[in-house]
């Protein structure tokens, strides 16, 4: 067993003000993600202007922390939402689903498309092998808060979490962390180095990130008020299913398009 850390969630408190590690982490993913990003925004989308691509981003940042929020009330805290529907603004008490941050970036990052007369798949296509960075801090900063942790374990790296009973369990948070940022972002970066046809990068995310949280959470603690659902799988894998659908009906379509203009890239 290995001795879980006990790092404090907040680094410093001033007065009724709290600087915690899971804000720090979304700070560095803003400060290590922008250059990646102008970078892919240089190569692919050159008309795309600094100014263009800071009001993209800010859009995403809305996507993600107004998409996370609804997603985690709904599908999540659906029958206490409709009882207190108040609850969907008290984002303080904490509560965000990748799956409902996912959709408000992809609707707002449309609706900013549409406003900017920008092609939508080819924004999200340059935008996207930038997401594993977060979604890799955002798991450490889930790790350093001490929740979401794994199913109990006998392996020899099982942690006591604070709040987790006496038992070791799968630092699940840490899989994540290198599957879902690490591996991913590997994955998408290298896929991403050359033009490829339009919802060819974004349906690679859809396919390896379903892939990834769907096998974590076989030793991911489901959440209390849900357990298991149907067939033993709970909400987090039920959510993964439509993506890796989506995804890879979007790669094929992708693919075909591009060799039916002979292989021509249109991103």
């Known amino acids: ?13 001033i007065g009724p003000l709290g600087i915690r590690w899971y804000g720090l982490m979304y700070t560095l993913a803003f400060l290590l993600g922008w250059p990646l990003l102008k970078h892919r925004a240089r190569r692919l989308m050159p008309a795309l202007d ?19 929020r609804l997603g985690y009330v709904l599908f999540y805290q659906f029958p206490y939402a409709v009882a207190h529907p108040l609850t ?11 799956h409902g941050g996912l959709i408000g970036v992809i609707l707002l990052c449309y609706i900013f498309s549409r406003r900017r007369n920008l092609p939508c798949l080819a924004l999200a296509d340059m935008a996207i092998p930038v997401f594993p960075l977060g979604l890799f801090l955002g798991r450490i900063g889930n790790f350093i808060n001490g929740e979401l942790w794994g199913r109990t374990t006998d392996l020899p790296w099982g942690m006591v979490f604070p709040d ?28 991403g180095r050359r033009a490829r046809p339009r ?17 974590v959470e076989f030793v991911r603690e489901p959440d209390v008020q849900l357990g298991y659902l149907g067939f033993g799988l ?18 094929a ?8 203009t002979g292989g021509t890239p249109s991103t």
Do not use: C
């Open 253 to 260: 379509r992708a693919l075909r398009g591009s060799a039916a």
């Open 50 to 68: 600094q100014e263009l691509l800071g009001d993209l981003v800010v859009w995403i940042l809305a996507g993600v922390i107004l998409g996370g």
């Open 164 to 191: 987790a009973g006496p038992l070791p369990r799968h630092p699940s948070q840490l899989y994540e962390a290198m599957l879902e940022g690490v591996v991913l972002f590997t994955i998408l970066w290298w896929l």
């Open 88 to 98: 969907v603004l008290k984002i303080w008490e904490g509560g965000m689903s990748f």
């Open 1 to 13: 067993m290995i001795s879980y850390p006990h790092l404090d969630p907040v680094i410093v408190q």
């Open 199 to 215: 919802g060819f990068m974004l349906g690679n995310f859809l396919v390896f990130y379903a892939l990834f949280r769907f096998l």
């Open 234 to 251: 709970t909400m987090g894998q039920w959510l993964t299913l439509p993506m890796v659908i989506i995804g890879v009906a979007m790669v």
